[in-house]
């Protein structure tokens, strides 16, 4: 592989966190920046192991900064995007939507725009399942790349704005892109606000965990390496302009989630608490990844090693999630859930 310069958005974050290790450890001859603003999801404490290495570059930016972005993207000319920061969690996208298009419409359009103007090899935006809407529990059901965009929640919503502006830049001045949507991913380094870390972290603690409505809901989980793998496959092989949806049918409610959980650490269903459902709940995600398989992706993990693993890493792990939570997400924490906590 010859020597690439490839900008990632939102490395401090969690995806695009493991990207960003996985890109540094897998292509030695490759530079990978990592520009982030460092948002209440962002923190470089976990690029530890990565953070003295020489082909491992971070810069402090904002996205909606169009200043910023153009001179660096003029100063240090790079061959490749990937964009994944992000506002990303829905709850929140519900009580202050307005930083979710700023972010996600806005700073994809000025990255465009720079990557446009400094002729970028590609850009892969980093989508999600969420901007297809929901689907009905009939197990047969998917999303493919063919399925309307109907997003439901702000955060959705702007996720569909930034997609549909990237086909545009596409359509209208040849921009070379991809756009991947993904399923729920889980792994290390996941902010603890999403279901999964929460639910670890407070079991781990011995805390309630609330549940949504029914428990009913359906996501579909995805280790975040395997996602790292797809973005990789498709910045490499994918066919210019082309949507990769990305996900390995692992279909699970939410109730098996927390359950299976609380099974392994072994600790007691009582934990569950049924909670206020969220606003607009999407009933189902599922994903057929059959174009992404064409291209030679297929992931290493099913949801049973895949959560044993995280179990595991968040285990190890206690200092890098116990700061956060005894930051701001405190408060954060006290104004979502109204519980008897
Ligand atoms: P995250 O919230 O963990 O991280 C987002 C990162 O973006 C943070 O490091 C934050 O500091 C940074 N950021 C926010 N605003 C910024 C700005 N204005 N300028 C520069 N950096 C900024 O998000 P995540 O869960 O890692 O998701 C990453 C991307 O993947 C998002 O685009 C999201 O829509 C998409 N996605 C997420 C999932 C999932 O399950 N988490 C699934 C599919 C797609
Ligand atoms: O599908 C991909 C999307 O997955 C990404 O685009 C988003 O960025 C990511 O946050 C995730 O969105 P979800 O809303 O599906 O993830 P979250 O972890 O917030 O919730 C998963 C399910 O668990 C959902 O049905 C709501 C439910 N839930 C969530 C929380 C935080 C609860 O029941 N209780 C909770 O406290």
């Known amino acids: 592989m010859s020597n690439k310069k490839i900008l990632v958005t939102g490395g401090a974050g969690f995806i695009g966190g493991n990207f960003v290790q996985y890109m540094v450890n897998k292509y030695p001859n490759y530079d990978i920046y990592n520009l982030d603003l460092l948002t209440y999801a962002g923190d470089l404490s976990k690029h530890k192991s990565i953070e003295q290495e020489k082909n491992y570059h971070f810069i402090k930016a904002d996205i909606t900064d169009r200043n910023e972005v153009f001179a660096i993207f003029e100063r240090e000319k790079f061959d490749y995007v990937a964009h994944f920061a992000a506002e990303s969690h829905v709850d929140r996208s519900i009580t202050e939507p307005e930083i979710f298009i700023k972010t996600n419409v806005l700073g994809t359009q000025v990255l465009l725009d720079a990557s446009k103007e400094f002729n970028i090899k590609k850009f892969v935006h980093v989508s999600t399942d969420e901007v297809y809407g929901e689907l009905d529990f009939d197990p047969e059901t998917f999303f493919t790349e063919e399925t309307p965009l109907q997003p439901n929640s702000p955060y959705s919503a702007s996720k569909a704005s930034s ?70 496959l498709v910045m490499h092989e994918g066919a210019n302009g082309e949507v990769y949806n990305v996900g390995g049918h692992n279909e699970r409610t939410n109730l098996e989630v927390v359950k299976t959980i609380i099974n392994t650490l072994e600790k007691s269903v009582d934990l569950i608490e049924f909670v206020t459902d969220r606003l607009g709940h999407d009933k189902r995600y599922a994903i057929d990844p059959t174009k992404l398989e064409k291209l030679g992706w297929e992931p290493t993990y099913n949801f049973e090693t895949g959560i044993a693993q995280t179990i595991q890493w968040y285990m190890d792990n206690k200092e890098w999630w116990e700061q956060i939570l005894s930051g701001d997400y405190k408060k954060y924490f006290e104004k979502q859930y109204t519980f008897e906590k």
């Open 163 to 232: 997609d549909l502006l990237v086909r545009a830049y596409h359509e209208t001045f040849n921009l070379p892109m991809n756009i991947t949507r993904c399923s729920n991913n889980y792994g290390p380094f996941h902010f603890p606000e999403k279901l999964i870390p929460l639910t670890i972290s407070r079991v781990l603690n011995d805390q309630k965990i609330p549940v949504y409505g029914d428990g009913k809901n359906i996501r579909d989980w995805l280790h975040v390496t395997d996602h790292c793998a797809a973005i990789d």
